[in-house]
């Protein structure tokens, strides 16, 4: 982003000709005209952009770190709410494949292989490994959110972080402004003359527009 | 670096410019104000100065028209009638001229002149200074042309007040004093015995009326009415004295007596 753009979203893209590194243009921009703006360029002190853009950019920096650190936790929490979610399904797969195996080994040994109780048994079995999963799957979910809600806190903290970055880079640009028309104010307060053009001659006094014989004390002292 | 320090950085350099910049302007316009005052002294000090000439100007213009009218006038006194007019006006004007000759620095008023700079504040104080500087200068003109004027003038009034006298009778009695074997110097003894010593004293005698109604030997102008006035004035007190009839002599001096310099010898003599 550019100067002038981030002046614009600052709100001060009217006053961008304050912020010009040629101190004859902030004068000029302050009503001094010509030699008298060149003159009074010398009580201004540019604006340092460069030292402005690197904080800008020092600040989108700092966003962009802080979310690679909120990214990167989010993304480890998937990653072990994941490995979690795995673990316990295969342990829960594993349990259930164990007891459906044990149910089988006795219903065997007691010679009722294939009886309706064994197969109740086996169904009750599954049930209950179906609602550990459904519990599994329903805490995974709620953590999921939570992380997620999580991330945009973080977001959001990252943003408002940024913002307040800003609003201090913004608070330069501000009190620059200040310091400017200041400057203009106690220069107006001070009757400025034409610049270089004043008082050469006799009296030394030239008028504010011409130099010498073409200022006015000048063109006074040709008629007398 | 960290946003802490380029914010620092910023912040510091921004204060620092500003800081200087402005410690620049003040010193630039304190400056510029110390040399207004100055230039105001300066301004000052040159009006006091050329008045103070001009005073001493005037005085030594009479003077010397009052030695150099009696000289050219005892000079020309055995001839009388107008060779004693023309006598006393040449003794008059080289009185003068010398008088103006040798005063120091010459006969004129010197400009006077502010001396002040280029600036970049203080336009109104500049102008000002400008004005006074014009107008002072300008006063300083015309004193000058009518110091000029009111020697030339003076000439004119003293021939004019010798030719007169050159018909009178005091002429006679010292120009036969003067052709005599006292010579001059008999004559000018004469002269101040009858007009110096005896001030005071009521005088007949024509050279006393006639030079006291010059209307003024230490520098008057011949005036419109100056001729009329001659013929009117009654003088009984010698060369300065009072006695004139002040309704004729005019008003030399006093339209000019706000600014003494503008013709500080009218000022001094008139009203």
């Known amino acids: 982003m550019s100067f002038e753009e981030l002046l614009k979203q600052a709100g001060l893209g009217d006053y961008s000709q304050y912020f010009s590194q040629d101190p004859t243009k902030i004068s000029s921009a302050l009503g001094l005209k010509g030699e008298q703006a060149t003159q009074f360029g010398q009580f201004f002190q540019p604006f340092g952009q460069e030292q402005f853009m690197a904080a800008q950019k020092e600040i989108g920096e700092r966003q962009a770190t802080r979310t690679g650190f909120l990214e990167r936790d989010y993304s480890s929490g998937l990653e072990q709410l994941q490995g979690q979610y795995q673990t316990a399904s295969t342990g829960l797969g594993q349990q259930l494949g164990q007891a459906t195996s044990q149910i089988g080994q006795a219903a065997g040994q007691a010679g009722f292989s294939g009886s309706g109780a064994t197969a109740k048994q086996i169904a009750e079995s599954r049930k209950v490994a179906g609602q550990s999963l459904q519990d599994i799957m329903q805490r995974r979910s709620s953590q999921l959110s939570s992380m997620e809600l999580e991330r945009e806190r973080g977001l959001y903290g990252i943003e408002q972080q940024r913002g307040t970055e800003m609003a201090g880079l913004t608070g330069t640009l501000q009190n620059y402004l200040q310091g400017i028309f200041g400057r203009g104010e106690r220069l107006y307060g001070l009757d400025p003359t034409g610049g270089g053009t004043m008082n050469p001659g006799e009296s030394g006094y030239a008028g504010i527009s011409g130099t010498g014989a073409q200022g006015i004390a000048g063109q006074l002292g040709q008629l007398t | ?271």
């Open chain 2, 1 to 271: 670096m960290t946003l802490a320090e380029i914010m620092a950085g910023l912040g510091a350099s921004q204060a620092v410019g500003r800081a200087s910049t402005g410690a620049l302007l003040t010193q630039t316009a304190q400056g510029e104000a110390r040399d207004l005052r100055d230039a105001q002294r300066r301004l000052a000090e040159q009006e006091a100065e050329a008045a103070r000439k001009a005073e001493r100007r005037g005085k030594r213009l009479g003077v010397g028209r009052m030695l150099g009218m009696a000289a050219g006038a005892l000079l020309a006194l055995p001839t009388g009638g107008l060779s004693l007019a023309a006598g006393a006006a040449l003794g008059s004007g080289a009185g003068q001229l010398a008088a103006g000759a040798s005063q120091r620095g010459g006969y004129k008023l010197d400009k006077v002149s502010s001396g002040l700079g280029a600036g970049m504040f203080f336009k109104g104080g500049r102008a000002d200074i400008s004005s006074a500087e014009r107008d002072t200068n300008r006063y300083i003109n015309d004193a000058n042309s009518s110091f000029v004027t009111n020697a030339l003038t003076n000439v004119a009034s003293d021939y004019l007040t010798f030719s007169s006298l050159g018909k009178l009778g005091g002429a006679e009695k010292y120009g036969a004093i003067a052709a005599g074997e006292g010579g001059r110097g008999e004559a000018l003894k004469q002269l101040l015995k009858d007009n110096v010593f005896n001030f005071g004293k009521p005088t007949e005698t024509a050279i006393s009326s006639t030079l006291g109604s010059s209307s003024s030997l230490a520098g008057g102008s011949l005036s419109g009415a100056t001729n009329s006035a001659l013929e009117n004035f009654r003088f009984d007190k010698g060369f300065y004295g009072g006695g004139y009839d002040a309704t004729n002599l005019g008003n030399f001096g006093t339209s000019y007596s706000k600014r003494n310099l503008y013709n500080p010898l009218f000022s001094g003599m008139g009203g």
